[in-house]
């Protein structure tokens, strides 16, 4: 008699179940979209093995790197930046396809100095928002990543709404995205939609909100933080706008420079966040 492989394997299941008192053994099928699957003795939980993290709608399930992340709700989609400023916070939100403003530099080949935080911005510059990334660092996160972001809505204690991510994904990568230019009476701007459902301006702001975007400004140093964590610069549009400086080297005392960096906000007043030390450049 031939003996096949089938048939040795078909013997030791009915010894197995022989040495547990012929206890029944149950056989499950989870489809390809994924999913769990119960009984009384045991919980299976299954993936399809992606490369990538995304929501399987049918299943309202997480893949992440082709491992099993648990029940996680759905988000809700929002094509642009401002669509997701428009939401309260709270709100759990995936956003695609959008461009990395910080990170590292590839030009420069180093890293910027922000931490545990990065900016997004859309593809063609018209608004920007900060991402929190409480699992920082981010691998592979450089200037001019395609990010797919999905995380909950909130607003900082200077009136910044922000993203706290749980995913971030990402998925190709561009050219990084040149500043916006702008006086200083530009820098911050009026309102955006009705905050807290939008994003407050800065005091007496004019012009279209631009918090959250790249940004390149000018002018003439007044003032040095003695502790070298911030300068004043002003062009003669307005007031003289805040440099952030902490952990910047090489930073002037005086004279004229542009900063390039992200527009953001200073107990309601503008501040310019340089990324690292080559955003800013004495003239």
């Not at 990402?170 to 009026?190: A, F």
């Amino acid at each position: 008699m031939r003996i096949t492989c089938f048939t040795i394997l078909l013997v030791l299941v009915v010894l197995c179940a022989a040495s547990v008192q012929a206890q029944e053994i149950n056989w499950s099928s989870v489809n390809a979209c994924g999913g769990l699957t119960s009984s009384g003795a045991y919980n299976l939980s299954s993936s399809v093995g992606q490369v990538a993290a995304g929501f399987t709608y049918c299943t309202e399930k997480l893949h992440w790197v082709g491992f099993w992340a648990g029940d996680m709700p759905i988000p809700a989609v929002r094509q642009s930046v401002k669509d997701v400023k428009s939401l309260p916070d709270g709100a759990y939100v995936s956003i695609p396809a959008k461009i990395a403003t910080s990170g590292f530099d590839p030009a420069a080949r180093l890293e910027d100095r922000f931490s545990g935080f990065f900016y997004i911005e859309e593809p063609d510059r018209y608004s920007g928002i900060r991402i929190s990334a409480p699992n920082w660092p981010i691998a592979g996160l450089s200037r001019g990543s395609v990010v797919n972001v999905i995380g909950t809505m909130d607003t900082t204690s200077s009136g910044e709404r922000q993203l706290v991510a749980s995913v971030v994904t990402i998925t190709d990568t561009e050219k990084p995205l040149g500043p916006l230019g702008m006086n200083n009476r530009s820098l911050g701007g009026s309102d955006l939609g009705y905050p807290p459902l939008g994003q407050c301006g800065v005091t007496s702001g004019t012009g279209l909100n631009n918090i959250g975007l790249l940004v390149k400004s000018w002018g003439m140093i007044t003032y040095k933080d003695p502790s070298g964590n911030y300068i004043l610069i002003t062009d003669g549009t307005g007031e003289s706008i805040k440099v952030d400086t902490t952990g910047l080297s090489g930073v002037p005392s005086k004279g004229y420079l542009s900063v390039i960096g992200i527009s953001t906000l200073y107990e309601d007043s503008p501040l310019i966040l340089p990324r690292s030390n080559t955003d800013i450049e004495p003239r």
